[in-house]
T-cell receptor
Framework: GAGVSQSPSNKVTEKGKDVELRCDPI?????LYWYRQSLGQGLEFLIYFQGNSAPDKSGLPSDRFSAERTGGSVSTLTIQRTQQEDSAVYLC???????????FGQGTRLTVV | RKEVEQDPGPFNVPEGATVAFNCTYS??????FFWYRQDCRKEPKLLMSVYSSGNEDGRFTAQLNRASQYISLLIRDSKLSDSATYLC????????????FGTGTRLKVLA
């Protein structure tokens, strides 16, 4: 595809359930990033992948959050035992290499009820 | 001190005006610099990269001053469609390649 693709675009889940968010980066992009943005707030870094490795996962807010990337392509962000404060837009971005321009997907809007 | 700081605004300007946004960053080892725009409830979109020599793209001009750790964006002849939040972004701080975003400057161009 031409751009970064995220699915689902919207997810409503009950508190305590697990959710998986998916990101398909631009083909050939080696770096992949997850951010989240709460309503009216700035972008909060979660984790960065170079290939399948995550050299920086300093932004994951708790051990309920995990992410993996396989085949140097698709990435999945998993949130276990969701809480209401996890409600936000989760944005994925990819870049050709670490310091080049990053391109974002349209995001997954997660609502925990 | 925040790693990337921007004036949140809002900046309300008439159509046709010239407006400038500034941004400062705290780490002199930062490697790459960008401006993004974000429309309400949308993802950030790359506006332009910023180079030490300065660069221009149509009505938009970006400047980087490494000595002062300062980035600027100038918009000439503002259009209604320029209304958005402008995000200053820095990468390559401390050997990690995560993008650090400022909180953004809101611009509203008035008819």
């Amino acid at each position: 595809g031409a751009g970064v693709s995220q699915s689902p675009s919207n997810k409503v889940t009950e508190k305590g359930k697990d959710v998986e968010l998916r990101c398909d980066p631009i083909s050939g992009h080696t770096a992949l990033y997850w951010y989240r943005q709460s309503l009216g707030q700035g972008l909060e870094f979660l984790i960065y992948f170079q290939g399948n490795s995550a050299p920086d996962k300093s932004g994951l807010p708790s051990d309920r959050f995990s992410a993996e990337r396989t085949g140097g392509s698709v990435s999945t962000l998993t949130i276990q035992r969701t809480q209401q404060e996890d409600s936000a837009v989760y944005l994925c971005a990819s870049s050709l290499y670490g310091t080049s321009e990053a391109f974002f997907g349209q995001g997954t809007r997660l609502t925990v009820v | 001190r925040k790693e990337v700081e921007q004036d949140p605004g809002p900046f309300n300007v008439p159509e046709g005006a010239t407006v400038a946004f500034n941004c400062t960053y705290s780490n002199s080892a930062s490697q790459s610099f960008f401006w993004y725009r974000q429309d309400c409830r949308k993802e950030p979109k790359l506006l332009m990269s910023v180079y030490s020599s300065g660069n221009e793209d149509g009505r938009f001009t970006a400047q980087l001053n490494r000595a002062s750790q300062y980035i600027s964006l100038l918009i000439r002849d503002s259009k209604l469609s320029d209304s958005a939040t402008y995000l200053c972004v820095v990468n390559g701080i401390g050997g990690t390649y995560k993008y650090i975003f400022g909180t953004g400057t809101r611009l509203k161009v008035l008819a």
